[in-house]
């Protein structure tokens, strides 16, 4: 496996946790950075896989607090009420 691919997910992971709804974004971004430099140096191929699974997890769970994550299907802010009426 290349850098190349990780360094698109990293970049990824980063852009998508400045979004992240948190006081705690900023330290949450400087653990992502420590947790990619302590992993730089792998070569196990299924430590690698491993790695790569958990990053792609992260991301995809980071993507879903993006703002173009709220639209719904009509252009509008997508709210769904628990208890409300249909």
Known sequence: MTAEPMLSLYR???KAAKHFPSKKRDRIIIEI????????GLSDP???AKARE???RGLADL???LPHNRVGPQGGIDLHLRGACK
């Open 33 to 40: 950075k420590a947790e990619f430099r302590a992993k730089k």
């Open 54 to 56: 958990v990053a792609e």
């Open 46 to 48: 299924a430590q690698l």
């Open 12 to 14: 990824g992971i980063l």
């Open 63 to 65: 993507q879903s607090y």
